[in-house]
């Protein structure tokens, strides 16, 4: 059997439009810190400033398109998140797939065994409502959708 392409879905972490005054608090805050560390420079200023910078260089990555993929393939999927953090969950190490009501509301749950199962997968943490990892984010498809994709391309790598 011929494999199919691989898809891959792809959106920002956080909806800039959304969090607006959490993005403006954060950037006081660094502007504080950076405007501390110019004005009283010693090793507590500087590295409070560096810190502040971190805080908003994290949540200008997440509001970047793109900051969170999956990428769905014959072989598994794919999740990668910041542009950095990346897994790779084999379809032999994912059970159950289905839509679930978690904490965040409707969203795509999973059980993945093996070793992988036993680490963190960030974008695909362990929902505390439901006990199982809930994808946090549907990739800009609806639950029903992303999951009829999931077991699709499962089933089409299991004949």
């Known amino acids: ?27 006081a805050i660094a502007a504080v810190t ?23 260089s994290v949540a200008v990555a997440a509001a970047t398109p793109g900051s969170a993929c999956l990428t769905v393939d014959d072989a598994g999927l794919t999740i990668r998140i910041f542009y950095l953090f990346r897994r790779r969950i084999r ?9 679930a ?14 070793e ?19 994808f946090v984010t549907t990739f800009g498809l609806e639950p029903a959708a992303l999951c009829a994709l999931l077991r699709d391309r499962r089933a089409a790598a299991r004949h």
């Open 1 to 27: 059997m011929a494999s199919r392409p691989p898809v891959r879905l792809c959106e920002a972490i956080v909806d800039l439009g959304r969090m607006v005054r959490e993005f403006l608090v954060l950037a």
């Open 34 to 56: 950076i405007w501390v560390a110019i004005d009283v420079p010693n090793i507590f200023s500087i590295a409070v400033a560096a810190v502040g910078v971190a805080f908003v």
């Open 116 to 134: 992988v199962g036993a680490r963190t997968i960030l974008g695909l943490p362990i929902d505390p409502g439901l006990g199982r990892r809930a």
């Open 91 to 99: 379809w032999g190490d994912v059970g159950s797939i289905e839509v």
């Open 101 to 114: 009501e978690g904490w965040q509301g409707e969203t795509v749950a999973l059980d993945v065994g093996g």
